[in-house]
């Protein structure tokens, strides 16, 4: 079994996909040993590694040289990677760039939005492919910030006609980020390919988040759909004032 009919068959069996990104060694090996199924080296990359304001400036060699950090961590779990903005302008590009990727110890590629063309040559090259729709953070600047997708019925539907177009071109799987929860039941429901929501309400077949947010790690900026499940910011600083206190001390 590919990747592809692999997801497809434990999405039958009601298999709930978790899903994190990871950006470096130790965090990629605490999560491959906690029983994550899929660490992600995101183009949040960006934003919650490099300090920038979005993920626009992230280059194909950031992601690389993350990901081959990412990749001597983990044993068990996939590992996916981001082809970053203006990585993908054609077919042709986007099958260059994701060779790279693949080279450099990525499971498969994920890459945002309606491109299906640019997905069957990947596919037909034996690259798996995870499809992101709904919200796209590389076209963040046009859209002027994170807004919510699939509220009209004229959006919702080309929401459902472009998932369903993703699958039919040869994703493995779907990123939903931002969507209507209501409208991504229905689109979980009709596609046979899990759908992992971020931000997305709870009926899709799995859910991602950032690990830095979800670990209470960038307390100065935090998404309104996340409910961290730590907040190791204030051990960290705690930890680091105990260090100083003790060197002024001796
Ligand atoms: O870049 C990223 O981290 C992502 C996900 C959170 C979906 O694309």
Avoid at 103 to 110: L, Q, S, T
Avoid at 176 to 194: F, N, R
Wanted: with cysteine.
């Amino acid at each position: 079994m590919n990747l592809a009919e692999n997801l497809v068959f434990s999405k039958k069996q009601g298999y709930r996909q978790s899903w994190l990104t990871a950006y470096d060694y130790p965090t990629a090996r605490l999560l491959d040993e906690t029983g994550i199924d899929l660490i992600l080296v995101g183009d949040s990359l960006g934003m919650v590694v490099l300090g920038q304001k979005d993920t626009i400036d992230v280059t194909l060699d950031d992601i690389i040289h993350h990901l081959k950090a990412v990749r001597r961590g983990v044993s068990r779990a996939l590992v996916a990677a981001d082809l970053p903005f203006g990585t993908y302008k054609t077919p042709d590009q986007a099958l260059a760039n994701a060779k790279r990727l693949t080279e450099a110890g990525a499971d498969a590629v994920k890459l945002e939005g309606h491109l299906p063309d640019h997905i069957n040559l990947l596919v037909s090259s034996g690259i798996e492919v995870i499809g992101h729709l709904g919200m796209l953070p590389q076209h963040v600047r046009e859209e002027g910030g994170y807004h919510r997708k699939g509220k009209t019925e004229t959006e919702a539907g080309a929401l459902l006609l472009a998932s369903l177009a993703l699958q039919s071109a040869g994703c493995c799987a779907l990123v939903l980020e931002l969507v209507e929860a209501g409208l991504s039941k229905d689109i979980s429901m009709k596609l046979d390919i899990p759908t992992v929501g971020i931000g997305s309400g709870t009926f899709c077949d799995g859910q991602i988040l950032v690990t830095p947010d979800l670990l209470g790690l960038q307390p100065w900026f935090r998404p309104s759909f996340v409910k961290p499940k730590a907040d190791l910011a204030t051990p960290f600083r705690n930890a680091v004032k105990e260090f100083i206190s003790e060197v002024q001390a001796s």
